[in-house]
């Protein structure tokens, strides 16, 4: 099946046109390693059984503010001063179900969007998004170290895990919140299938060798992901490469995150610890704070990851 050299072309200059972090530059073999082992063991589940609890607004503002005190007492007093501000957005479902952390330096302004689905992920959702601006410290910090840049995703990931714990300790919803555990599964995943597929041709682009149907060639011999996937489908993938921002397949945050809050969790990661990786991810540097994670092979998050999402129906 040959492969377009416009096609090559196209792949090859978008990487002029996005920015590539010092970490990405320096870590991109490590990290499709990591992910490699991780899309070896796990698949998502694509069809997952609907959630069965209800949670209005009340419920989700009354249990992230429990939820909060449980972690430190003290989110839960920012949390009580955010709501009161005005600080917290729920979006009106079916209108508008997507969810971010918004910051505006220049007047010193934040919000924190969550969904209005009335179902448990309501609740997580808060959880992740309101962790993002614990870490940051946003307006006393306004510049995000290379920390916050790489590992904020992990620990708003954890939020969540940590947040089911919650629910589960309080027997809260318990139907669903293995189903919801499998959400953040899959609303991560695409992001490593996409990083596996650019990561080699990240490689190429760095070394300042040319992209060429040799190369490819190349790829699918000796790239464990490109050898498993065939020509066929990488020339399909290389095709949708063509179409998509590179920004998205490149963000390698959301599925390392997963990863490691997936392997934290499963260590039973304390309250306390989780507290003091949140108090000091936006004043120091990757390097310094690495140091305070678990040293793990690639295989051994794989593992971790394995056993946190095992899917499993739940027993009545």
């Given at each position: 099946?040959?492969?377009?050299?416009?096609?090559?072309?196209?792949?090859?200059?978008?990487?002029?046109?996005?920015?590539?972090?010092?970490?990405?530059?320096?870590?991109?073999?490590?990290?499709?390693?990591?992910?490699?082992?991780?899309?070896?063991?796990?698949?998502?589940?694509?069809?997952?059984?609907?959630?069965?609890?209800?949670?209005?607004?009340?419920?989700?503002?009354?249990?992230?503010?429990?939820?909060?005190?449980?972690?430190?007492?003290?989110?839960?007093?920012?949390?009580?001063?955010?709501?009161?501000?005005?600080?917290?957005?729920?979006?009106?479902?079916?209108?508008?179900?997507?969810?971010?952390?918004?910051?505006?330096?220049?007047?010193?302004?934040?919000?924190?969007?969550?969904?209005?689905?009335?179902?448990?992920?309501?609740?997580?959702?808060?959880?992740?998004?309101?962790?993002?601006?614990?870490?940051?410290?946003?307006?006393?910090?306004?510049?995000?170290?290379?920390?916050?840049?790489t590992y904020c995703e992990m620990l708003s990931i954890l939020?969540?895990?940590?947040?089911?714990?919650?629910?589960?300790?309080?027997?809260?919803?318990?139907?669903?919140?293995?189903?919801?555990?499998?959400?953040?599964?899959?609303?991560?995943?695409?992001?490593?299938?996409?990083?596996?597929?650019?990561?080699?041709?990240?490689?190429?682009?760095?070394?300042?060798?040319?992209?060429?149907?040799?190369?490819?060639?190349?790829?699918?011999?000796?790239?464990?992901?490109?050898?498993?996937?065939?020509?066929?489908?990488?020339?399909?993938?290389?095709?949708?490469?063509?179409?998509?921002?590179?920004?998205?397949?490149?963000?390698?945050?959301?599925?390392?995150?997963?990863?490691?809050?997936?392997?934290?969790?499963?260590?039973?990661?304390?309250?306390?610890?989780?507290?003091?990786?949140?108090?000091?991810?936006?004043?120091?540097?990757?390097?310094?704070?690495?140091?305070?994670?678990?040293?793990?092979?690639?295989?051994?998050?794989?593992?971790?990851?394995?056993?946190?999402?095992?899917?499993?129906?739940?027993?009545k």
């Amino acid at each position: 099946m040959e492969i377009k050299a416009e096609v090559l072309d196209t792949i090859y200059k978008k990487f002029e046109e996005v920015p590539i972090s010092p970490y990405l530059k320096e870590r991109h073999n490590e990290l499709f390693t990591i992910f490699y082992e991780t899309a070896k063991v796990l698949k998502p589940i694509e069809i997952l059984p609907p959630f069965q609890y209800n949670f209005s607004k009340e419920d989700v503002l009354f249990l992230e503010e429990e939820f909060l005190r449980s972690i430190n007492p003290n989110y839960s007093k920012h949390f009580i001063k955010d709501y009161a501000k005005g600080n917290l957005c729920q979006y009106a479902f079916p209108y508008d179900n997507s969810y971010c952390y918004i910051k505006k330096p220049s007047i010193n302004k934040y919000a924190i969007y969550y969904p209005n689905t009335q179902t448990i992920q309501d609740l997580t959702i808060l959880s992740h998004e309101y962790t993002h601006h614990l870490t940051g410290k946003f307006p006393t910090l306004q510049k995000e170290t290379s920390a916050y840049t790489t590992y904020c995703e992990m620990l708003s990931i954890l939020a969540e895990l940590k947040c089911l714990d919650f629910l589960s300790e309080n027997g809260i919803a318990k139907e669903d919140l293995n189903i919801y555990k499998h959400h953040i599964n899959k609303r991560h995943y695409n992001n490593i299938s996409a990083f596996l597929t650019i990561q080699p041709l990240l490689e190429v682009y760095l070394a300042k060798e040319d992209l060429t149907e040799k190369k490819i060639d190349e790829l699918l011999n000796r790239n464990p992901f490109y050898n498993n996937a065939g020509k066929e489908n990488i020339v399909y993938n290389l095709q949708v490469l063509t179409k998509v921002p590179y920004q998205k397949c490149l963000y390698y945050q959301y599925p390392l995150g997963m990863i490691i809050a997936a392997s934290l969790h499963q260590e039973k990661y304390s309250n306390e610890k989780f507290t003091d990786l949140i108090e000091i991810m936006n004043t120091i540097e990757v390097e310094e704070f690495e140091k305070r994670l678990p040293q793990k092979s690639a295989i051994e998050y794989a593992r971790d990851m394995a056993n946190e999402f095992n899917y499993q129906k739940t027993k009545k």
